[in-house]
């Protein structure tokens, strides 16, 4: 394995537009689980479903729901950049890595240094009154209990986060779309490549016209993802592990 990543490491040298694109196996050496791990949402979820519970469904009828629910589950306020997230900003600093697009809302990316984070999914470092659209501070939601209220209209304060039922930030996403169709070096971390529309962006890279000459696709991942078999790199390790082996 460590000749695997040594000759990545040298794949990525020659690379002149790499983008990483992550999912949540990037923070869960930061202590926060992903959805589908052992004690991820999806395994230790009650008798109402992770999709209810965080949907705009869910904020619009039972907000008191949502909201307990989503401070329990989704912040994890103690969190902290794990070598991964330090290793792709200092990567970006050295110029290096042209992008992160990430699946994650946790904000780690941004902590850690980067700078060019494209946010699918959008981030719990931000909150806004669905009101009057006030932008409001970093740690509000956590901070008070039951249904957050603005201070100005008394709207109540959102998460800006994708929720289920509501559509990816187009901005975002074709900003993404660029990103990926001007990579040479596509490199995949922490993500199972389940989730779209996210996930059809690789679809995009590993479709787009070069690939197989001069377009790198790695994967980073514990487990096994759609595209594997489309793979110049496949590692079954750590991200937390592998990406500071890059520098």
Do not use: W
Not at 37 to 64: H, I, N, Q, R
Not at 107 to 113: D, I, K, S
Not at 129 to 156: L, N, Y
């Amino acid at each position: 394995m460590k000749d695997e990543i040594g000759r990545l490491k040298e794949a990525f040298d020659r690379s002149r537009h790499a983008v990483f694109f992550g999912g949540a196996g990037m923070s869960t050496a930061s202590g926060i689980p992903d959805f589908r791990g052992a004690s991820g949402l999806y395994t230790v979820s009650g008798e109402e479903s992770p999709e209810y519970l965080l949907s705009d469904e869910c904020l619009a009828k039972e907000p008191e729901k949502f909201f307990a629910y989503y401070r329990s589950k989704i912040l994890y306020p103690g969190a902290k950049p794990n070598p991964a997230h330090l290793a792709l900003a200092e990567l970006e600093k050295r110029g290096r890595l042209h992008a992160v697009i990430t699946q994650n809302i946790d904000g780690l990316h941004q902590a850690a240094g980067s700078r060019k984070v494209l946010e699918l999914h959008g981030s719990c470092a931000r909150s806004y009154c669905s009101k009057c659209g006030r932008p409001v501070e970093r740690d509000f939601i956590a901070e008070t209990e039951g249904i957050p209220r603005c201070e100005t209209c008394g709207g109540v304060v959102r998460p800006d986060v994708v929720l289920y039922g509501e559509f990816l930030p187009q901005e975002t996403f074709e900003e993404a779309k660029r990103e990926i169709g001007a990579a040479d070096f596509l490199l995949v971390g922490g993500s199972s490549l389940t989730v779209y529309p996210a996930a059809s962006l690789v679809s995009r890279f590993t479709r787009g016209a070069g690939r197989g000459r001069d377009k790198v696709l790695a994967i980073v991942n514990f487990d096994e993802t759609p595209y594997d078999c489309d793979a110049d790199f496949l590692i079954r390790e750590s991200v937390a592990a592998v990406l500071p082996q890059l520098l």
